[in-house]
C-alpha cells in the first residue's frame, strides 16, 4: 500500500516539477527575477527559523549573515576570478556559519529580549564594517557581482540564473526537512519547549544552541551568496535593520518552526513588495500591522492555522463516523 | 511522504497560480502605442533624498508631461509617466527598474536618481537597450544608451578650480567632501588639476555619509589658513559644516557648494547662517529668473500644483522633460528606441531658455558641460559669474542672458 502512494505521489510530483522549471520558457523575464528572489528569500526564513522557529532564540540581525554571504561571494568572485559557483555556494555557506557559531558562543547565557538586542547590535556591526571598509567592500558605491559560471556556461541573465538558483534553494529545503525530522531537530524543538526539561533529558544545550545558529548562518550565507549573483551589484544599504525585521514577519506570518511556513512566508513578504512597490511607507505599515494581527490571532502563523483546520478536519470525521450508527456506512 | 508530497504539490501550485503561465507577446516598439508613450523611472520617494525626487518627478516631469498632454501630447502620443520608490537603495532601485522594463514595458527610463542606484540599473539597461535619459547624478556615465543631465561631477571639479585660481587667485584651497564616489570624485580631479598649477589641496577633509556632526573636521580646518573651503557633501552636512564655520568665527575662508549641494534648501537648514557662501549653479533662480522659459515653468507649477514653491529639483525635472519631449517630437511618429537614441545625438544647439544651448553627439551624451557660480544675499543665489565652461582646455565665460 505504502509503494502503491509513493508511486502515486511521484507520478504527481515530477511532471509539476518538470513544469516548474519549465517557467522560464513562458513567464517574463520579471516574473523568473521575481521567482529567483523568492527562492533566497526561503532559504533566510528557513535559516531564521532554525533560530527563531525551532529553537526559540530571537535574531534581529539576520540580514547581517545575508550580507556577509553576498559581500563574501562578491569579493572572492571578483578577486580569484576561476572560482566556480559550487565552490563559492559552499564557501559563504561556511563562513556566514563559522561566524554565526562564534557569534553564537557569548550569547548562550543570555535570554530573549537580550539574545534580541546582541543579535541588533550584531546586525549594525556587520553593516557599518562593509560601509567604512571602504576599500574592500567599495563602501556605499557598492561592489558589481560577476555572474557565476560552470566551465563557459556563464549565468549571465535571470533565466539562466534561475536553473542555478532554484535547484540550489530545493536541495537546501529537503536537507532542512530531514534535518528537522532527525534526533537534531527534535533536540531543537525541545530547547525551544523548555530548556530545563531539555536539559534533564540529556540535550547538550550549548552545542546545540550554537550549532541552530551556525546551521541558520550557513542557510543564510548560501542565500547571501545567490542574492549577491540576482542581483549583480550589492551595498550596504540592501541588509539594513528593516530587511531584519522583514525576515522575522515573513516566518512570523508563514508560520514559524515550519519549513512549509517558511515557503509561505516568503511568498507572502515577495507579494506584498510587488503589489506595494509605488507605495513604500505602506509596505511598511501594512507588514507592521501584519505582525501584530498575526502574533495576537494566529501565532503560530499561516501553517499553523492550517495544520489546526486539518486536525479539526480529521477530528470532525472521526466523530462523526464515531456518531454513525452500525450498518450505516459502517464497514 | 503523504504530507510532504501534498505540500510540495501545493507549494509548486502557488506558484504557478500567482504568478501565472502567461506568455507575452511584444509590440512594435516597446513603450509605444497609437495613443501614447510610456516612460518610466525608480526615484527616492522617501529616505534622504525625498524632498529631491519627489520634486523633480511629481512637481517637475509630471507636471511638465500634465501640460503637453493638454495640447495633445507629442506626435499625437500623451506621455505618461510610471515611476516607483526605492529610497536610495540600490537594490530597490534595480528591482523597480526590471518591474519597469520587463513588466511595464517603459519605452525609456527618465530621471532617476542618486548615484548608487543608478550606477546599479547601468548594465541592465545597457544589456537591454533601454535608453536612460537624465538621471539626477554627477558621475559620469558611459553607455550607448545613457544620456546625462547636469554637468558631471569632473568637468564641474575642473571648472571651479579654474576659476577660482585664475579668476580670485586663491592659493589655498581645501576640501571637506563626503567619503564615497561622489566626494573622490571632485577630490580625485582637483588635486592633478591644481598639481598642473604648481599647486595642490591645502587640506582635505573626509566625511563618512551617515555623519551628523563635522565639528571635528572644521575644527582641524580652521588652522589650516584656507582662501576657501569646497564643501562636497549633502545638504544636510553642508548645512552643519556652515554652522561650525560660524561657530569658529570664519571671516577670511570662503565657503563653496558643488553643484548638487548649491539649493535654497540647504540654506534654509543652515538656519540663515549662509550669507556670504559661494556655490556652483547649474539652474537660473527658479523663483526670481525673469527668463521667459523660467517663467512659463512657474505657471504650469501654478496651473497644476497651485501653491507649491519653485526650486531648482523641480525645475530640473520640468526641463529634462521638455528636452525628452523634444527629442521624441524630432524622432517622429515612428519612434524606436534606437531612432530616439539617433535623434537625440543628432542634436545640435537647441535653444531652450534655460540654460545654454544643448547639444549631443555621437561622443558626447551631455546636456550640460557648464555652469555659473553664485553668493547667497539675503537667503537667495546672485550671480557672480556668467555660464563659465571649459573649451579646449581654457576657462570661458558667457553672459548669463538674464
Redesign the interface.
Known amino acids: 500500500m505504502r509503494r502503491v502512494s509513493f508511486f502515486r505521489w511521484t507520478l504527481i510530483l515530477v511532471p509539476c516539477l518538470v513544469l516548474f522549471f519549465m517557467a522560464p520558457l513562458v513567464l517574463s523575464k520579471y516574473l523568473v527575477f521575481i521567482l529567483n528572489l523568492l527562492a533566497v528569500y526561503v532559504l533566510v526564513a528557513i535559516g531564521l527559523n532554525f533560530v527563531m522557529g525551532y529553537t526559540g532564540q530571537i535574531s534581529t540581525g539576520h540580514a547581517a549573515f545575508l550580507a556577509l554571504g553576498a559581500y563574501f561571494t562578491a569579493i572572492c568572485a571578483t578577486r580569484a576570478s576561476s572560482l566556480p559557483f559550487y565552490v563559492l555556494l559552499p564557501m559563504a555557506g561556511c563562513f556566514a556559519g563559522l561566524v554565526g557559531f562564534l557569534l553564537g558562543i557569548p550569547i548562550l547565557r543570555l535570554r530573549g529580549f537580550y539574545i534580541a538586542m546582541v543579535t541588533l547590535a550584531f546586525g549594525a556591526v556587520v553593516s557599518e564594517i562593509a560601509l567604512q571598509w571602504s576599500s574592500l567592500t567599495h563602501g556605499d558605491d557598492g561592489l558589481r557581482v560577476p555572474s557565476a559560471f560552470l566551465g563557459t556556461f556563464v549565468f549571465d541573465s535571470d533565466k539562466r540564473l534561475f536553473y542555478l538558483i532554484q535547484p540550489v534553494t530545493i536541495l537546501l529545503i529537503l536537507a532542512a526537512r530531514n534535518i528537522v525530522s532527525t534526533r537534531v531537530g527534535r533536540a531543537f524543538l525541545a530547547i525551544r519547549q523548555s530548556e530545563t526539561a531539555a536539559q534533564t533529558l540529556g540535550i547538550n544545550l550549548s552545542w546545540y544552541k550554537t550549532s541552530a545558529f551556525a546551521l541558520s548562518a550557513f542557510y543564510t550565507g548560501v542565500a547571501g551568496a545567490l542574492f549577491a549573483y540576482a542581483m549583480t551589484h550589492i551595498t550596504p544599504d540592501s541588509f539594513s535593520l528593516s530587511t531584519s525585521i522583514d525576515f522575522i514577519a515573513m516566518i512570523v506570518i508563514g508560520g514559524m518552526g515550519s519549513i512549509f511556513g517558511s515557503i509561505i512566508g516568503a511568498v507572502i513578504l515577495t507579494a506584498i513588495q510587488q503589489l506595494l512597490g509605488s507605495l513604500a511607507e505602506v509596505q511598511m505599515l501594512v507588514f507592521g500591522i501584519a505582525l501584530i494581527v498575526f502574533m495576537i490571532f494566529m501565532p503560530r502563523g499561516i501553517s499553523g492555522a492550517l495544520r489546526s483546520w486539518r486536525a479539526a478536519v480529521k477530528a470532525r470525521k472521526k466523530q462523526s463516523l464515531e456518531n454513525t450508527p452500525k450498518g450505516e456506512g459502517y464497514p | 511522504?503523504?504530507a510532504?508530497?501534498r505540500?510540495?504539490?501545493f507549494?509548486?501550485?502557488?506558484?504557478?497560480l500567482?504568478?501565472?503561465?502567461?506568455?507575452?507577446g511584444s509590440a512594435a516598439e516597446v513603450g509605444v502605442s497609437a495613443d501614447s508613450v510610456t516612460v518610466g523611472c525608480s526615484n527616492s520617494?522617501?529616505g534622504p533624498l525625498a524632498f529631491c525626487g519627489l520634486e523633480m518627478v511629481k512637481y517637475g516631469a509630471e507636471i511638465y508631461f500634465k501640460q503637453i498632454n493638454d495640447q495633445g501630447g507629442v506626435q499625437g502620443r500623451k506621455v505618461i509617466m510610471k515611476?516607483?520608490?526605492d529610497?536610495?537603495?540600490?537594490?530597490k532601485a534595480?528591482?523597480?527598474t526590471?518591474?519597469l522594463?520587463?513588466?511595464d514595458k517603459v519605452f525609456c527610463i527618465l530621471e532617476p536618481q542618486g548615484?548608487?542606484p543608478v550606477?546599479?540599473t547601468i548594465?541592465?539597461l545597457e544589456q537591454q537597450k533601454v535608453p536612460l535619459l537624465f538621471p539626477f547624478q554627477g558621475l559620469p556615465l558611459k553607455g550607448r544608451m545613457v544620456f546625462t543631465a547636469h554637468t558631471v561631477y569632473p568637468r564641474e571639479a575642473e571648472i571651479v578650480v579654474d576659476w577660482m585660481v585664475q579668476k580670485k587667485g586663491f592659493k589655498r584651497i581645501g576640501m571637506i567632501y563626503q567619503?564615497?564616489?561622489y566626494g573622490y570624485t571632485y577630490r580625485d580631479t582637483a588635486t592633478p588639476r591644481l598639481k598642473s598649477m604648481n599647486m595642490e589641496l591645502a587640506a582635505q577633509e573626509p566625511v563618512?555619509?551617515?555623519s551628523i556632526d563635522l565639528s571635528a573636521q572644521m575644527a582641524k580646518l580652521s588652522q589650516d589658513n584656507l582662501d576657501a573651503l569646497w564643501m562636497i557633501l549633502t545638504p544636510g552636512p553642508g548645512a552643519m559644516a556652515i554652522k561650525e564655520a560660524k561657530k569658529e568665527g570664519w571671516t577670511k575662508t570662503k565657503l563653496f557648494a558643488t553643484g548638487p549641494l548649491t539649493d535654497e534648501s540647504f540654506i534654509i537648514l543652515s538656519g540663515g547662517e549662509g550669507e556670504g557662501v559661494w556655490g556652483f549653479s547649474d539652474w537660473p533662480d527658479p523663483v526670481h529668473s525673469k527668463k521667459p522659459a523660467i517663467a512659463e515653468y512657474r505657471a504650469a507649477l501654478q496651473k497644476y500644483a497651485a501653491g507649491h514653491v519653485p526650486n531648482r529639483y523641480s525645475l530640473f525635472g520640468y526641463f529634462y522633460a521638455k528636452l525628452f519631449a523634444e527629442a521624441l517630437n524630432r524622432a517622429g511618429k515612428d519612434v524606436t528606441r534606437e531612432k530616439l537614441v539617433t535623434t537625440m545625438e543628432s542634436m545640435k544647439n537647441w535653444e531652450n531658455g534655460v540654460i545654454p544651448p544643448v547639444s549631443f553627439s555621437k561622443d558626447s551624451h551631455a546636456a550640460e558641460q557648464s555652469g555659473f557660480m553664485v553668493e547667497v544675499k539675503n537667503n537667495v543665489f546672485q550671480p557672480l559669474s556668467g555660464w563659465v565652461s571649459l573649451e579646449n582646455g581654457k576657462l570661458v565665460e558667457r553672459p548669463l542672458g538674464e
Open positions: 511522504m503523504k510532504t508530497g505540500k510540495a504539490i507549494v509548486i501550485f502557488l506558484f504557478l500567482f504568478f501565472g503561465l502567461v506568455s507575452r520617494f522617501s515611476s516607483y520608490d529610497g536610495y537603495d540600490p537594490t534595480l528591482v523597480n526590471k518591474r522594463v520587463e513588466q548615484s548608487s550606477e546599479a548594465d541592465y567619503d564615497d564616489a563618512k555619509r551617515t
